[in-house]
Nanobody, 123 residues
Framework: QVQLVESGGGLVQAGASLRLSCAAS????????MAWFRQAAGKDRDFVAAISWSGESTYYADSVKGRFTISRDNALNTVYLQMNSLKPEDTAVYYCAANWVVVTTRADEYDYWGQGTQVTVSS
């Protein structure tokens, strides 16, 4: 069982940066692939970024590539999403997700989810 708690969201202007954090409970965090998804109002939940259990492999949606960076600290049981050059279209609730070992971009393959943190980017 893994519990995930996101933090770091907020209201920023276009071009600003934010860093989201996702703190995980449990002693097996280092065995989980982690990902960030986002859901804008009235839209489906979309993949943003994922990282393998070791941190050696990362994956990004084309819409955030070059602007967002996912990372993890297994000693702290935390995964991060550094978001730079934010755009109004990045506005959404951002969710952290965990999947045992296998890293994937598919939301339906993640077993555990956080409650989400709101990111709002004004123009």
């Amino acid at each position: 069982q893994v519990q995930l708690v996101e933090s770091g969201g907020g209201l920023v202007q276009a071009g600003a940066s934010l860093r989201l954090s996702c703190a995980a409970s449990g002693r097996t965090f280092s065995s989980y692939a982690m990902a960030w998804f986002r859901q804008a109002a009235g839209k489906d939940r979309d993949f943003v970024a994922a990282i393998s259990w070791s941190g050696e492999s990362t994956y990004y949606a084309d819409s955030v590539k070059g602007r967002f960076t996912i990372s993890r600290d297994n000693a702290l049981n935390t995964v991060y999403l550094q978001m730079n050059s934010l755009k109004p279209e990045d506005t959404a609730v951002y969710y952290c997700a965990a999947n045992w070992v296998v890293v994937t971009t598919r939301a339906d393959e993640y077993d555990y989810w956080g409650q989400g943190t709101q990111v709002t980017v004004s123009s």
